[in-house]
């Protein structure tokens, strides 16, 4: 894994992929171009899981994501009002 990811910084793609995330993540706090901020960060979001699931045949992050979906429901709410 170290030399995977020693490789990767010296051929300059973690330098890349640091200014995708900076422009995506600005790009959704200013909810400007929210769609394009979203594409330009699915990339890195299916390297995470394809390592974590490649690291991790256990996944229990999963599962316990899984066990606790209605949880996370209120954060997928497109409009949401204070207190409620």
Do not use: C, Q
């Not at 990811?5 to 973690?14: Q, T």
């Not at 394009?36 to 045949?57: E, N, Q, R």
């Amino acid at each position: 894994m170290m030399t995977v990811s020693m490789g990767l910084m010296k051929g300059g793609y973690m330098t890349v992929v640091s200014a995708d995330e900076i422009l995506a993540a600005l790009l959704l706090l200013t909810n400007r171009f929210v769609p394009l901020a979203l594409t330009l960060i699915a990339p890195i979001l299916v390297g995470i899981l394809t390592f974590h699931i490649a690291t991790s045949p256990g996944m229990i992050e999963v599962d316990l994501a899984w066990s606790y979906r209605k949880a996370f429901g209120p954060m997928l709410a497109a409009k949401v009002r204070p207190g409620v």
